[in-house]
């Protein structure tokens, strides 16, 4: 599969998020760095991180990239280089990453019946420090390594910020609609390819076509 891998300073990332300007990340990041775990053989999420929201620009992003809604910073970290699954949630996630690295994106209109093909991905670089607005609408899953960077054996660090309580235990709650089927985390909506991890642990099965391995991209 041909995935060309564009900027998000792009237009064709318009459609997808934005680029959050007037934020000094250079604290934030140095914690991230130092305080963090970085595994280089899998993937770690954490959705608060105590380290990440003592720091001044936790309220800052309370305050203006949430308009004062409660909100919490974590992690994820790792080695990764597949698509593996999309995600989605109400209300935006800001991704702040320490190293350079690449979103595999969709949009939630391309789900049909439930299900979404892999050939509606969209790759886009983030450059280290930038502040990046995914919004509620925009399919997402685990960063990628930068697989043309320098450094794409030492893996990626990204804050994540959500909506507070986002990605905790998942709801006693009845299905209702086919919606309510891909429910795997509170406010986590999870679509699976088959070869996923999360997959095999029950999770709904809603990516169809090839799972988009970077590494293997010409």
Known sequence: MKLKIQ???????????KVLEGYDTKELLSVLEEKTPL??????????DS??????????????AYGGM??????????????????????????IPSRDMILLLASVSDIHNGRISSKCTKAFRVPAGTVVQVYETTLHYAPCCDVHGDDIAS????????????????PDSSVKNNEDKMLWAKNKWLLAHPSSAEAKLGAYVGLTGG????????
Not at 70 to 94: A, D, M
Not at 157 to 169: F, Y
């Open 155 to 170: 893996g990626f660090r990204v804050v994540i910020v959500l909506p507070k309580d986002t990605n905790t235990a998942k």
């Open 211 to 218: 799972n988009i391995d970077l590494s293997c991209l010409n």
């Open 39 to 48: 595994p280089l053989d899998s993937v770690v999420y954490e959705p608060t």
């Open 70 to 95: 409660p909100i919490q910073l974590g992690y994820c970290n790792g080695f990764n280089t597949k698509l593996n699954c999309f995600e989605y949630h109400r209300g935006s996630e800001l991704n």
């Open 7 to 17: 900027s998000v300073f792009s237009n064709d990332f318009l459609r997808y998020g």
């Open 51 to 64: 380290n990440l929201e003592v720091l001044s620009i936790a309220k800052e992003f309370s305050l203006n």
